[in-house]
C-alpha cells in the first residue's frame, strides 16, 4: 500500500468530509473520506444502489440532520459508522470500506 498520505487530517472538517483520488489494487479510485474527531473512516465513492458517486459535485457530499451521509443521486442514506445503508433504494447494502489510518497529523491508507 502507498506511504504517501491522503490528506492532512486538518484539511477535513470535522464531521464533514473530502474527497481523494487513490490508487486500489492498481485502479484509480475516488475515496470517500470521513473526520470523525481524531479519526477518519474511509469508503469508495461509489453508491451500491446504481454505481453513481455519492458527491454532487467533487468533494461536495451531502448529510442528512440524523448524521447520515446521503447520495446526492437518488437519495439513499448511509450511516457513517458501519456504511451500512438505512433509508433509500439500496437499503441494506453497504458502502466498500477502505481500511484509513492517522500518523502524524496524515492520513494513509491502513495495511
Ligand atoms: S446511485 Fe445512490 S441512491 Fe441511486
Known amino acids: 500500500m502507498s506511504e504517501q498520505p491522503l490528506i492532512a487530517l486538518d484539511n477535513v472538517t470535522d464531521g464533514g468530509f473530502a474527497e481523494v483520488e487513490v490508487l486500489i489494487e492498481g485502479d484509480a479510485e475516488s475515496l470517500l473520506i470521513h473526520r470523525d474527531g481524531d479519526g477518519v473512516r474511509g469508503f469508495l465513492n461509489i453508491c451500491p444502489h446504481a454505481g453513481r458517486r455519492l ?10 440532520r440524523e448524521g447520515h451521509l446521503v447520495c446526492a ?8 459508522d458501519s456504511g451500512e445503508c438505512v433509508a433509500g433504494p439500496c437499503k441494506g447494502d453497504r458502502l466498500r470500506a477502505v481500511p484509513l489510518q492517522v500518523r502524524d497529523g496524515q492520513v494513509f491508507l491502513a495495511g
Do not use: E, T, Y
Not at 458527491?55 to 442528512?64: N, V, Y
Not at 443521486?73 to 457513517?80: T, V, Y
Open 73 to 80: 443521486a437518488h437519495g439513499a442514506s448511509f450511516a457513517l
Open 55 to 64: 458527491d454532487w459535485a467533487p468533494g461536495q457530499f451531502l448529510k442528512s
